[in-house]
């Protein structure tokens, strides 16, 4: 036990989360910690810090302990939290300067090509979009000296496609850019990106890692406290896109629970998709785990302990057929977003407009932590029903 998380002994990635790094409040004994709500921090006589902290913009004492558990989940050498995962993902795009050339996969979750195109191009970042999950593309769409950055997400949202990322972390080292790593649906339990050769890796903090659909939250770990790092800080302290206390503490809360929840969520995941992959009245189930998925092969080598929470089912009727199908399910919700602890069903091609990329017969199904019998009884009844 230590009042500081960041000296807490090496142990297990479970016993970490669970305990939140062991860290026990010495000034009440709690073992749950305190909430921080404080915006501001009191200077001693001497007009120095007390606790080396300003102004909580800059650095809250509520952002202390979830962001040392995750960088020692991610084995990172830091963590910043952010209000949400967009805050999170555009702060890196934005450490960058004017002039600097980017890739980035296309079909990823698609608020990020959206800001790209309409807020980063305009402001001077040259944007390469690659297929998604396609290593030689990226390897074709780099610039060796202007490439500052490589940014893919696996599995990718909502097709689950798997990329590579040692193979892609050794293109962008090799032609000096970093490469960031959406690992969203991943979440530290099934991939830790950092060891594969990431330099940033990001969450929507929002999905697995709260895991409970009641907080939003971003954040990035970086490989190292180096300059690009304080940039990323400052973008941060700068734009002030910080989370709440109260946030943080929920976030710290729901990562304590993260390994449970995942690991089932997963093997859930993988007994659905093996259940409807043969269905009569689809085309066929996206995901990582099934062993003919494009994917698969890649995601056996870089992902530990299971596939993810996610799956996607394309629909042999399209769109209609996807949506008298939603209509009829009981114990799935209709709801955007995902990583939570109940299941959610989501048609992306009307939550993201005519001009998504997403296939419009695609339903996106993020598993929670109910019984998967009742998951798959809910899902037959609804085909029986179109
Ligand atoms: N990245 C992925 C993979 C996501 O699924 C999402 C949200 O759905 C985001 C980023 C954006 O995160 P947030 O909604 O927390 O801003």
């Not at 940033?200 to 929002?206: K, R």
């Not at 919700?333 to 989501?346: F, K, M, N, P, Y």
């Amino acid at each position: 036990m230590t009042d500081d998380p960041r000296s807490a002994p090496k142990r297990r990635p479970e016993t970490l989360a669970a305990q939140a790094l062991g860290w026990i409040d010495r000034a009440s004994g709690s073992v749950a910690p305190p909430i921080y709500p404080s915006t501001t921090y009191a200077r001693g006589e001497d007009y120095q810090l007390l606790a080396g902290r300003t102004y909580a913009r800059d650095q809250s004492a509520a952002f202390a302990q979830p962001e040392a558990l995750l960088a020692a989940l991610e084995g990172g050498a830091a963590a910043a939290l952010f209000g949400s995962g967009m805050a999170a993902a555009t702060a890196v795009f934005q450490a960058l300067k004017p002039g600097d050339h980017v890739v980035v996969q296309e079909n990823l979750y698609f608020n990020v090509p959206v800001w790209l195109r309409q807020w980063a191009e305009p402001w001077g970042l040259e944007v390469g979009f690659v297929p998604t999950g396609d290593v030689e593309a990226i390897a074709a769409a780099m610039r060796p000296g202007a490439t500052r950055l490589v940014w893919i997400e696996t599995p990718a949202n909502p097709t689950w496609a798997v990329t590579d990322i040692a193979a892609v972390a050794g293109i962008a080292h090799g032609a000096g850019a970093l490469l960031g790593v959406d690992s969203t649906a991943a979440s530290p339990v099934l991939t830790r990106p950092i060891a594969l050769g990431a330099d940033i890796v990001m969450h929507s903090a929002t999905k697995f890692l709260n895991g409970h659909s009641d907080v939003l939250a971003g954040a990035l770990v970086t490989a190292r406290d180096d300059a690009f790092w304080s940039r990323i800080k400052q973008v941060r302290a700068l734009g002030g896109a910080v989370l709440g206390a109260l946030e943080a503490w929920l976030l710290m809360r729901g990562m304590r629970t993260m390994h449970l929840r995942v690991r089932r969520q997963s093997d859930s995941a993988l007994a659905v998709a093996r259940h409807f992959r043969n269905h009569p009245k689809l085309v066929g189930v996206c995901y990582p785990g099934l062993e003919d998925d494009p994917g698969h092969g890649v995601a056996r080598r870089q992902m530990q302990g299971g596939f993810g929470g996610m799956l996607s089912l394309r629909f042999k009727g399209g769109a209609p057929a996807v949506l008298a199908f939603v209509a009829r399910l009981e114990v799935f919700v209709r709801a955007t977003s995902l990583g939570g602890v109940e299941s959610l069903v989501e048609h992306r091609g009307t939550a993201e407009g005519p001009d998504s990329p997403v296939p419009k017969d695609l339903l996106r199904v993020s598993i929670g932590i109910e019984h998967v019998d009742d998951l798959i009884a809910d899902l037959e009844q609804a085909f029986a029903a179109i």
